[in-house]
C-alpha cells in the first residue's frame, strides 16, 4: 500500500532544458511535503519544501508545485544541469508523524 | 557546523553476528529517525526516537532489532543475529523540532553486508 507514489522510475533530460519529477499521494491528510536528491554511496539531501496551504515554493532552479485536489506534487528543475543527475525522492507527512518517502526517480542530465 | 554523523560507513558481518551502527544528530537536533534503503528500492522508515524515548517504532521488525537514544551519546541501532536479508543501507537522520514545517537532514549512511 503505497501512499506515495512516483511511477517514473527514470528520467532522462538535456542539459539546459525542463527537468520535470512527478509524484502522487493517497492521504488527503498530508500537510507537508520535500523533495530530496541522492547521489550514489551518499546520504539523501534536503532540496525544497512545501506546506499544504501554498501550491508553489520556489528556490532558485528548483520550484515545486503542490495540487492538492490531484493529490499530485512535482518538482521542476531549470536549467537542468549535469550535476543534477541523482536519485529524486519525494516524502510526505501527517502532522506529527513521520515522513513517508516514494520509490525515487532516477534523473540523468545529458551533457 | 557538523552535519549528521554516522558510523561506520561500512559493516560487514557474518550471519548470526551482531551489528551495531551509530548515530550522531547535528547540533541543536533532539529527534532522531532510522530509515533502510534495501537494492534498488526507496527508503523504509523503521524508528523515530527522542531523547531517552522511542516515539514511533511501527517500521522496525519486531525480532532482533533494537534502537535507542541515550540523554548522552549517539542514537545506536542494534541487529542481533544478522542474515542476509538485513544487508542494505541504513540512514539517520535528525531533525529540530516536531512542527509543521520540520526538515529532515540525512547523515551518509552505513552500508551494512551480512556475509
Known amino acids: 500500500d503505497q501512499q506515495v507514489k512516483q511511477n517514473s522510475p527514470s528520467l532522462s533530460v538535456q542539459e539546459g532544458r525542463i527537468s520535470i519529477l512527478n509524484c502522487d499521494y493517497t492521504?488527503?491528510?498530508?500537510?507537508?511535503f520535500l523533495w530530496y536528491k541522492k547521489y550514489p554511496a551518499e546520504g539523501p539531501t534536503f532540496l525544497i519544501s512545501?506546506?499544504?496551504?501554498?501550491d508553489k515554493n520556489e528556490d532558485g532552479r528548483f520550484t515545486v508545485f503542490l495540487n492538492k485536489s490531484a493529490k499530485h506534487l512535482s518538482l521542476h528543475i531549470v536549467p537542468s544541469q549535469p550535476g543534477d543527475s541523482a536519485v529524486y525522492f519525494c516524502a510526505a507527512r501527517l502532522y506529527g508523524q513521520n515522513f513517508v518517502f516514494g520509490p525515487g526517480t532516477r534523473l540523468s542530465v545529458l551533457p | 557546523n557538523a552535519g549528521v554523523m554516522q558510523n561506520p560507513r561500512h559493516l560487514v558481518r557474518r550471519r548470526g553476528q551482531e551489528a551495531r551502527l551509530r548515530c550522531s544528530p547535528m547540533?541543536?537536533?533532539?529527534?532522531v529517525y532510522w530509515y533502510r534503503q534495501l537494492p534498488e528500492e526507496g527508503l523504509k522508515f523503521m524508528v523515530y526516537l527522542q531523547k531517552e524515548n522511542i516515539i514511533d517504532e511501527s517500521g522496525m521488525p519486531k525480532e532482533r532489532f533494537s534502537a535507542e537514544f541515550p540523554k548522552e551519546g549517539p542514537s545506536i541501532l542494534r541487529i542481533q543475529q544478522v542474515v542476509r536479508g538485513d544487508s542494505a543501507a541504513y540512514f539517520c537522520?535528525?531533525?529540530?523540532?516536531?512542527?509543521?514545517?520540520?526538515?529532515?537532514?540525512f547523515g551518509p549512511g552505513t552500508r551494512l553486508t551480512v556475509l
Open positions: 547540533k541543536g537536533h533532539s529527534h
Open positions: 537522520a535528525s531533525s529540530q523540532l516536531s512542527g509543521s514545517t520540520d526538515t529532515q537532514y
Open positions: 492521504n488527503s491528510m498530508f500537510d507537508y
Open positions: 512545501i506546506s499544504s496551504i501554498k
